[in-house]
C-alpha cells in the first residue's frame, strides 16, 4: 500500500530534520536519567544543549548540515541553504521554549554557583548570612585544595560545623534538590514487576524491602549474613 503523502519531497525533508533533532533531544534525555546526579550537573547539561542549539540554529541558516546527519545524507546539496535557512527557525522555536522552561532565576543560580565552587563567587553577591562564611573559606588554602582534589559530597563533609554551619545548611538543601523524576519513574516500574497476579503471597512488608533493596546502592554483605544464619537440622 502507497500512502500518498509519504510521496511529498518536502514531507520527507522535514522527517529527516525531526530524526536528527529528535536524536540530539534524546541524547538531552539520556544525561538527564544518569543516576546520582547533583542538580549542577542537570543544569550543566541543559546549559550546554541551549548552547548547541544557539550553534546549530547559526549552522543551519548558513545552510550547514553537518551535525544533522540524516538531512545532510537524504537532502540534496543544492537545497540546503533553503531548507538550512526554514529548519533554523524551527531550531530558534526550541531556544525560546527551552528559555521559557528551563531558566533559572538569578537567585537560583547564583546560590547554585555558591555551592558547587565557593571559591569562583564575588561575596558581595552572596544572601549576607553566607557573606563572613565565604571569605572565610576562600582564604584557607586547605579547603581550597580539598576542593579541587575530592568530590563536593567529601568537601562539605570536611568543613568545620559550626564555622560554616549555614554554607553546610545550604549546600544540604541544594543536594536534596531532585532535578528528575526519572528516579521516582524506576521506582513505580520496579513495584509494579513485582506486586501483580503472580506474586500475590507478597506483603507489603516484602515489597519494602525489595524496593529498599532495589533502589539502594549498597551490596549486601552475604558472606556475613550467611555466617550468621542458624539452620535447624530435622533428624
Not at 152 to 171: G, P
Amino acid at each position: 500500500m502507497k500512502f500518498p503523502e509519504l510521496e511529498n519531497e518536502s514531507w520527507n525533508q522535514d522527517l529527516f530534520f525531526f530524526c536528527d533533532i529528535t536524536a540530539h533531544l534524546n541524547d538531552l534525555n539520556i544525561q538527564l536519567q544518569i543516576k546520582n546526579q547533583l542538580i549542577f550537573q542537570m543544569c550543566a547539561a541543559v546549559k550546554a544543549f541551549k548552547m548547541k542549539l544557539k550553534l546549530f540554529r547559526s549552522q543551519l541558516s548558513k545552510g550547514e548540515m553537518c551535525h544533522f546527519p540524516t538531512c545532510a545524507q537524504h537532502i540534496p546539496q543544492h537545497k540546503h541553504a533553503e531548507l538550512g535557512e526554514k529548519y533554523a527557525k524551527h531550531i530558534n522555536l526550541l531556544i525560546e521554549e527551552f528559555d521559557r522552561r528551563l531558566t533559572l532565576s538569578k537567585d537560583d543560580d547564583i546560590q547554585l554557583k555558591l555551592i558547587e565552587d565557593p571559591f569562583s563567587v564575588d561575596p558581595e553577591e552572596v544572601p549576607q548570612d553566607l557573606q563572613l562564611e565565604v571569605i572565610e573559606l576562600q582564604c584557607s588554602a586547605v579547603y581550597r585544595n580539598k576542593h579541587r582534589e575530592s568530590s563536593l559530597w567529601d568537601f562539605y563533609k570536611s568543613l568545620d560545623d559550626e564555622k560554616y554551619k549555614n554554607l553546610i545548611e545550604v549546600a544540604l538543601k541544594t543536594f536534596s534538590i531532585f532535578g528528575s523524576t526519572y528516579i521516582c519513574e524506576q521506582t513505580y516500574s520496579i513495584m509494579n514487576m513485582n506486586k501483580n497476579k503472580q506474586c500475590f503471597s507478597l506483603t507489603d512488608d516484602h515489597l519494602e524491602d525489595i524496593m529498599k533493596i532495589s533502589t539502594s546502592n549498597m551490596t549486601p554483605e552475604y558472606d556475613k549474613l550467611v555466617a550468621e544464619k542458624r539452620y535447624n537440622i530435622s533428624h
